[in-house]
Structure formats: C-alpha cells, structure tokens
C-alpha cells in the first residue's frame, strides 16, 4: 500500500459490538480498517455496551466508495 495514502472516516458506531461486525466484514473484502474509540476500561475486553463518543471506523481513502457500498448492503 502507497505510505501518501490518508485513511479517512468511514461510521462510528455506538458500541464495540456493531464496530467489529463491520470491520470483519470490511476486511473479509480486503479493505484495511482503522479502529478509533475509547478504551474498554475496567470491564475488560468482553464488555460491549455503549460508549461515548462512539467506535469510529477508519478506511484508506482510496477504498472509501467501496467500503461504503459494502455497508449498504
């Protein structure tokens, strides 16, 4: 992958949960997925609930058109 390539905001998501059913589909498609949100905390990592200010996901620029696409299916 070209290092100039920018990755861009894709969605955020209210909670972990939704935000790795995404990312696994995204790179199921090979689109690489950038993970940004608050750390899970004292619940460790299965605690799932809502956080604030939400999960946002991430794409390379490039792939953004097609990252959306997936998602609305």
Not at 1 to 12: C, E, H, S, W
């Amino acid at each position: 992958m070209n290092d100039d390539i920018r990755f861009v905001a894709l969605a955020t998501f209210a909670n972990g949960f939704e935000a790795d059913l995404v990312r696994a589909r995204l790179e199921d498609a090979d689109i690489p997925v950038l993970v940004k949100g608050p750390q899970v905390g004292m619940f460790g990592s299965g605690f799932q609930g809502a956080t604030v200010g939400g999960v946002e996901l991430f794409v390379p620029s490039p792939e953004l058109d097609r990252a959306r696409a997936l998602l609305d299916r």
